[in-house]
């Protein structure tokens, strides 16, 4: 049997996070001592580390749905969401391949070709006001028609938005995007974004490897848990 203090320190957490995953029902309900006070047992040990390494490899929250489900008897649906996040994994991999190839063969932009707001937003699948909190973010940056006042994309715009679309698929936050971009321009190149994509490649690496440990992981909880029932 151990305290709380005792597990968190096992895994480097505080004794409220301990209490905190346990009424989340990421750990399994704890016995009471005739005090009240919490004991945890091996299972319990064995919940926090699947836990601690679902997270780098599946997200927060889909780790804590994984594990709720695990703990409420529904196996089947914690390794659907898992199923998932695997699929999700070999979807970017192919974005990144796609955008690979695409750099590849990428040609000037032809800046006779222009798109408004809604054109656009359609053809990469999103909202016009996606794009439009792009634009604050710095990621697009379209002119105004002269006589109506609407927004322009010129084909410059819809190459930024295009890549911009297939990194955030990848991840990555608006900021780093937009930083991306700004280097693009300076550069007037692309090969600030090549480096991102090699970063992008030890992302997706790490990740694919996360999850080998995790369901390592998670395997090792679920015999305990079959051994104590």
């Known amino acids: 049997m151990s305290r709380p203090i005792d597990l968190a320190?096992?895994?480097r957490l505080s004794t409220q996070a301990v209490r905190n995953y346990e009424d989340a029902g990421i750990l399994p309900p704890a016995d009471r001592t005739p005090s009240g006070y919490r004991t945890y047992t091996d299972l319990h040990a064995k919940a926090l580390s699947a836990f601690l390494a679902l997270v780098p490899a599946h997200g927060h929250q889909t780790a804590t749905a994984i594990m709720q489900a695990v703990n409420e008897g529904a196996v089947d649906t914690a390794l659907a969401l898992i199923d998932d996040s695997h699929d999700q994994l070999r979807k970017?991999?192919?974005?990144?391949a796609s955008v690979e190839n695409a750099?590849?063969?990428m040609t000037p932009p032809d800046e006779s070709k222009v798109a408004s707001v809604g054109a656009l937003a359609h053809q990469l699948k999103l909202r016009p006001a996606t794009?439009?909190?792009?634009?604050?973010?710095g990621i697009v940056r379209p002119k105004r028609d002269r006589k109506t006042g609407y927004r322009v994309y010129t084909a410059t715009d819809v190459r930024d938005a295009q890549l911009a679309h297939q990194l955030r698929r990848g991840g990555y936050l608006l900021s780093q995007i937009a930083d991306?971009?700004?280097?693009v321009r300076t550069a007037g190149g692309i090969e600030p974004l090549r480096a991102t994509l090699a970063d992008?490649?030890?992302?997706l690496t790490r990740r694919g490897r996360a999850m080998l440990a995790a369901a390592a992981q998670l395997d090792d909880y679920l015999k305990q848990a079959a051994r104590e029932t």
């Open 103 to 105: 750099l590849a063969t």
């Open 9 to 11: 320190r096992q895994h």
């Open 92 to 96: 970017d991999r192919q974005t990144l």
């Open 131 to 137: 794009l439009r909190k792009w634009e604050k973010a």
């Open 200 to 203: 992008w490649h030890g992302h």
């Open 180 to 183: 991306v971009l700004d280097q």
